[in-house]
C-alpha cells in the first residue's frame, strides 16, 4: 500500500535558522502530494500542495518540490520565525483515495 | 478556506462513560464525513466514513459499536465514543468534504479525550 515517511523530530531551531523536513512516500500509482500544517490546538491546515512531478509548492515562505525520481517532497523554509512552531505532516492522494498521512514533525523555533 | 468546527476540544470522562464529538460544515454541505484519530507522535489513522443519511464505512480493526458515527445532516457529524476506556484516550479530528475525493480537504480543530 501506499505511505510516507517523515524525518522523526522534535525539530527545535533557533529563530531565522533555515529548515528542512524530509519527506518521502511509496505510491502505487501518481499521487498528489501535501504539507499540512497544525498548530497547538488547531485542526490540519493546507501549507502546500503539488499535483505533478517538478512542481514546486509555496506558501508563507515555505517550498517543497515534488521529485518523482527520488519519491520525495521536503520542505524547506530559508528563515524560520517562532510563529513556525507547530507540527507539520508530509501526506499523498491518489485520485479517488483518501489521504495518506505521515506521522508528523514537531517544529520548536526558539526566539 | 472552509470552516470547519469541532467541539469540544477537550474531554475528560470516566472509564465506562460515552463521549460525544461534533462537527460542523459552516459554510459548505458536507455530503461525506471523514474521522481520524491520532496517537502520541503518531500519524493521522482513517477510523471511518460516512455519507450523508448512510450507515458509515469503518477501517479495519476500529469497533463500530464503539465508535458511533451519525451523519444525519449535511453540516453537522457527530462521533460517540461509548464506554470509553483508557486506551481510546487520542486525539480525534474530522474532515468534511463537499465534493469528490479530488476536492480540497478541511479538517476541524480536534478533539483531545482523557479517559481516566
Known amino acids: 500500500g501506499n505511505s510516507v515517511t517523515q524525518m522523526e523530530g522534535p525539530v527545535t531551531l533557533s529563530e531565522e535558522a533555515f529548515l528542512t523536513i524530509n519527506c518521502t512516500y511509496t505510491a502505487t500509482g501518481y499521487p498528489s502530494l501535501f504539507w499540512y500544517v497544525q498548530y497547538p490546538g488547531e485542526g490540519l491546515q493546507l501549507l502546500l500542495k503539488a499535483t505533478k512531478a517538478d512542481d514546486k509548492g509555496s506558501n508563507k515562505g515555505f517550498e517543497a518540490t515534488y521529485r518523482k525520481e527520488t519519491t520525495s517532497f521536503h520542505l524547506e523554509k530559508g528563515s524560520v520565525q517562532v510563529s513556525d512552531s507547530a507540527v507539520y505532516f508530509c501526506a499523498l492522494r491518489e485520485e479517488g483515495q483518501n489521504f495518506v498521512f505521515g506521522p508528523g514533525t514537531r517544529l520548536s523555533v526558539l526566539p | 478556506g472552509a470552516v470547519v468546527s469541532q467541539h469540544p476540544s477537550r474531554v475528560i470522562c470516566k472509564s465506562g462513560t460515552s463521549v460525544k464529538i461534533e462537527c460542523r460544515s459552516l459554510?459548505?454541505?458536507?455530503?461525506?464525513m471523514f474521522w481520524y484519530r491520532q496517537f502520541p507522535k503518531q500519524s493521522l489513522m482513517l477510523m471511518a466514513t460516512?455519507?450523508?443519511?448512510?450507515?458509515?464505512?469503518?477501517e479495519q480493526g476500529v469497533e463500530k459499536d464503539k465508535f458511533l458515527i451519525n451523519h444525519a445532516s449535511l453540516t453537522l457529524s457527530t462521533l460517540t465514543v461509548t464506554s470509553a476506556h483508557p486506551e481510546d484516550s487520542s486525539f480525534y479530528i474530522c474532515?468534511?468534504?463537499?465534493?469528490?475525493?479530488?476536492?480540497?480537504?478541511?479538517f476541524g480543530q480536534g478533539t483531545r479525550l482523557t479517559v481516566v
Open positions: 474532515s468534511p468534504l463537499g465534493g469528490d475525493l479530488n476536492t480540497e480537504a478541511f
Open positions: 459554510d459548505f454541505q458536507a455530503t461525506t
Open positions: 460516512s455519507n450523508e443519511g448512510s450507515k458509515a464505512t469503518y
